[in-house]
């Protein structure tokens, strides 16, 4: 059973910047796209960045586009998103997720995805 285990969340202020990782285990990384999403309180889950199964591909929100970055090592069956400028609105538990697809897809709808770990909480406040 594949599992996913976020980590990296915690307080930051605004401005400041957090590295999120995402261990994948219980599968075969290689075969699976890896988004981040967010959900804050009272709000629908969101999408926030996907990468394809050999790190070819990437896609980015709007909101996120060019203060996150999304990466992964397929050695380390881990994934990351780099967040940079942290405002307070990106305050949210944040979720990673796999997607057992085609080489090269990489989806941003919640619906595809199969796997989803636990979250892990990133508070932006001065």
């Known amino acids: 059973q594949v599992q996913l285990v976020e980590s990296g969340g915690g307080l930051v202020q605004p401005g400041g910047s957090l590295r999120l990782s995402c261990a994948f285990s219980?599968?075969?990384?290689?075969?699976?796209?890896m988004g981040w999403f967010r959900q804050a309180p009272g709000k629908e889950r969101e999408f926030l960045a996907v990468?394809?199964?050999?790190?070819?591909?990437?896609n980015y929100a709007s909101t996120v586009k060019g203060r996150f970055t999304i990466s992964r090592d397929n050695g380390e069956s881990t994934v990351y998103l780099q967040m940079k400028n942290l405002r307070p609105e990106d305050t949210a538990v944040y979720y990673c997720?796999?997607?057992?697809?085609?080489?090269?897809?990489?989806?941003?709808?919640?619906?595809?995805?199969?796997?989803w770990g636990q979250g892990t909480q990133v508070t932006v406040s001065s």
């Open positions: 997720a796999a997607d057992e697809t085609v080489s090269g897809a990489a989806s941003s709808l919640d619906a595809q995805y199969d796997y």
């Open positions: 990468v394809s199964r050999g790190g070819t591909v990437k």
């Open positions: 219980g599968g075969t990384f290689g075969l699976y796209a």
